[in-house]
Nanobody
Framework: QLQASGGGLVQAGGSLNLSCTAS????????VSWFRQAPGKEREFVAA????????HYADSVKGRFTISRDNAKNMVYLRMNSLKPDDTAVYFC??????????????????WGQGTLVTVSS
């Protein structure tokens, strides 16, 4: 029901736009998040956008570089990634759920997940 796309290979300092497409139901009432997972590491919170007020939350590691946005009419969420670093290399996943604010960075708070998209940043 969720599909992440837009990953690829980019040089350090470059930019990528990721998209999360929802199908089968509307996700306008859900918080949608981006997480990432590098080889051998746990899934890590990147950013989330809430459904009603559109509040946005970011991991400290991406603040000022990444921007999350949503288009409820298209049932899509985006992640604009600027000033990419090799440490940003990972598979990026989008998830949907109804977390309370204190749980917004926890993978367990989301119950819809899509297949990820690989982002590789070369130095």
């Amino acid at each position: 029901q969720l599909q992440a796309s837009g990953g690829g290979l980019v040089q350090a300092g470059g930019s990528l736009n990721l998209s999360c497409t929802a199908s089968g139901r509307t996700f306008s009432g859900f918080a949608v998040s981006w997480f990432r997972q590098a080889p051998g590491k746990e899934r890590e919170f990147v950013a989330a956008v809430k459904p009603v007020n559109g509040d946005k939350h970011y991991a400290d590691s991406v603040k000022g570089r990444f921007t999350i946005s949503r288009d409820n009419a298209k049932n899509m969420v985006y992640l604009r990634m600027n000033s990419l670093k090799p440490d940003d290399t990972a598979v990026y996943f989008c998830g949907a759920g109804r977390p309370i604010t204190s749980s917004i960075s926890r993978p367990s708070a989301y119950y819809y997940w899509g297949q990820g998209t690989l982002v590789t940043v070369s130095s």
